[in-house]
């Protein structure tokens, strides 16, 4: 019966979530970490600043790193800790209301859209490329994917989208592939990062 129910476990989503969270946690911690140095020292110099164009200096200081009234980084900090709960429980038999996963879901998407538009922040108007900042965007994009699409073909957004969900699920690692290169694209064209490393 216990192999019934292990065969049961969404093993694959589990993983991807504790490991994106666990990431993505450290990420902001690092983040945060350099924000106290800063808040320390303005003039500090800090282990993720490597040159004009690569830095976490800029983001840390400039008003779209703090867009609620405190960094950043606190939004991660416990933002994170979601998907690496949800992930532990799941492996250890746990089984949520559809409601749960529509909610989870939505806090990953505003996760993902609050990314997105960061990591447009920083090509298009603070011109560098923050480390820390492209490490959590690099998780957050493939567990909001992995996610959206799993929800889907669980059923759980309706039928109608459970056959899109089971047919691009397994697309999830060429999905977020086509994110990051869209993202690089974005980079290479606006600070030509190329020649400027």
């Known amino acids: 019966m216990s192999d019934v129910v292990a065969a049961r476990r969404p093993l694959v989503p589990a993983v991807v979530f504790i490991i994106t969270g666990a990431i993505g ?20 110099v800090l282990d993720c600043n490597f040159g ?47 409601w749960f996963w529509i909610t989870f879901n939505v806090g990953v998407a505003g996760a993902f859209a609050f990314c997105l538009w960061l990591a447009y922040q920083s090509i298009y108007h603070l011109g560098t490329l923050c480390p820390w900042c492209m490490l959590t965007w690099s998780v957050t994009i493939p567990l909001f994917l992995l996610l959206t699409l799993y929800n889907a073909r669980e059923g759980r957004f309706g039928t109608r989208l ?12 060429a999905l977020t592939l086509g994110v990051y290169l869209v993202i690089a694209v974005a980079a290479q064209l606006q600070l030509d990062v190329l020649n400027n490393i």
């Open 162 to 173: 459970s056959r899109v969900g089971s047919m691009l699920y397994g697309w999830v690692p």
């Open 52 to 98: 004009v164009l690569v830095q976490c200096g800029v983001n840390l200081k400039s008003a779209q790193g703090a867009v609620l009234g405190f960094p950043n980084p606190i939004l991660g900090l416990g933002g994170f800790v979601a998907p690496i709960a949800v992930g532990v429980a799941l492996l250890a038999g746990a089984a949520f209301a559809r």
């Open 25 to 44: 946690w450290y990420a902001a911690f690092s983040l945060m970490i350099d924000k106290i140095k800063i808040l320390q020292n303005p003039d500090a």
